[in-house]
């Protein structure tokens, strides 16, 4: 692979999308903006799903804990400062992936998957059911943070264009410290686990601190997508932890290709597309979200990004013969 | 807690848990047998209890309305498994769970279409309506009573079939090793859509059941449905067994966490899952 070649339609596609906020059209703003956070949450899946081989069904949860944490830790009349918040918020979501793969990473296959769907689902009824909460309407966030460092304002989270670059550029860090993390020698034992886990073993690698790391990592970096996502809408309610969003990202990842974080925030862009599309047509666009999902797994085993490959060896198959 | 009140509320737990076993069940052998992680099981328990509340409407009586169901929802079963479920046997995890994901999506998108997104309820048949007087003040439905009897005869019914017939012989083996059975000439496949479409039909009759005490409403499936999970990962995957037994923990725990400790009520069943995990990473009972 040549890393140059793939560079420019990286950089062509990050100058397309910088300029969403020239258009001046709050509408389009805030939806990128939402799409910019739900890569950076698939990008963290993507760590888990497609580069160490855990399939994660509960990683809204930790989007969710870091959303919550904003809300709550925020005092009610008057902005907190972003360099607190921001850091309790994404650790006490790193936290809870620490304690949670002490747990389910004693677990393979479809025990995995059950039993993080689980403890989401604990999660979720902790924010639903206690007072911490504030049950099921949620909690608002009425004053986004504050970027001030001794009276100095470097930028300004109200503004909706400063909030739209914020984001973006915690998805440009998020994507270079992934692919450095990838690069790394923990990231390489990452994949030697998702190829054969016993292997590692055998060569000596305690592969479960690994894994911990890894969960723990993405839980991290899931909590950070899912402060931005309270601080760009200001509300927050239980359904951020639901089972149905841990499936939403999981699509976004299987859409884009696993163990391909570029693939992952292309993913995140062609299913919120794909949702607002359908919503436009009718009402009942689960109804053709369901049947393309079911569409994909029968006939095209390896997602949307392995229709490329499928054209070309179909057109190779064809001058071979 | 007085004894009235104790007895009220073991009696809840004994019905919920057999209840959630029959969904449980058809689970655990679907995971246990073909292998499948099925996400749109719990969706069978909310089509069956939609059933009961149509076919109530249109019969006037329950009884009936389960007398026409099941065979319903065995035929959905086997048409599913040869539909889409049959092309998933060796597919990685990862694509069973989204196209189960996908299914939910339409079934509930279809539930809409069709009957709409009101709660219901659905009337108990006459002659269970009735309550038995414990104390003064305190008394205990038949129609409660009786489900966790027909729940049990069930679970008799689905041990001897297991344990005493040829069939259960298969199923069993199926179980334990998916190529030996083959080779041994018995048609797996066959095998496959019977077992799934009893799922199906369990599933659909534990909505059918409960459908007059909790009403049928828009997702009531996903809720049973990740219960499901944590009873067939305490029970331990591909056990019945391990099923009914982790499905009576739950109900007691559901049931007396939301009388003791109403705020930690959605919690208590997780809790004692994580505790099952430290003890014992593949459930009570282990596949066998």
Redesign the interface.
Known sequence: MNANASLIPKLVALAIVACVPLSGESFYIEIVGKVLVMAIFAMSLDLLVGFTGLVSFGHAAYFGIAAYAVAILSPEYEAASLWYVLPASVGLSALAAFVIGLFVLRTKGIYFIMVTLAFAQMAYFIFHDTPLGGGSDGKYLNNKPSASIFGWEPFDLTNEVHMFYFVLAVLVLVYLFLARVLQSPFGRVLVGIKSNEHRMQSLGYLTFRYKLGAFTLAGALGGLAGFLYAVLFGFVTPELLSWHESGNVLLMVILGGMGNLAGAIAGAFAFEAMREIFADITKYWQLLMGGVIVAVVLFLPGGLAGVPGRIKRALQGGEAK | MDFASFLIQTLNSLQYGLLLFLVASGLTLV?GIM?I?NLAHGSFYMIGAYLAFVLTSATGSLVLAIVLGIPLALAFGAFLEWA?FS??YK?D???Q???T??????F???R??LVGDDVHGVAIPAFLDASIQLTEVMSYPVYRLAISVICIVLAVALYYVIQRTRLGMMIRAGNDDRGMVEALGININMIYRVVFALGVALAALAGMLAAPISSVFPNMG?HVL?IS??I??IGG?GSVWGALVAALIVGFADTFGKVLVP?????VV??V??VV??WR??GILKKG
């Open positions: 995971f292998g992680i889409l092309h998933l597919r995890h990862l694509e769970v989204l196209l994901y996908g299914l939910i999506l339409i509930e998108q279809l809409s279409l996903s990740i999970f944590v067939v990962v995957i705020e930690l009520s959605g919690i997780y809790v899952m994580a995990l430290l990473p593949e």
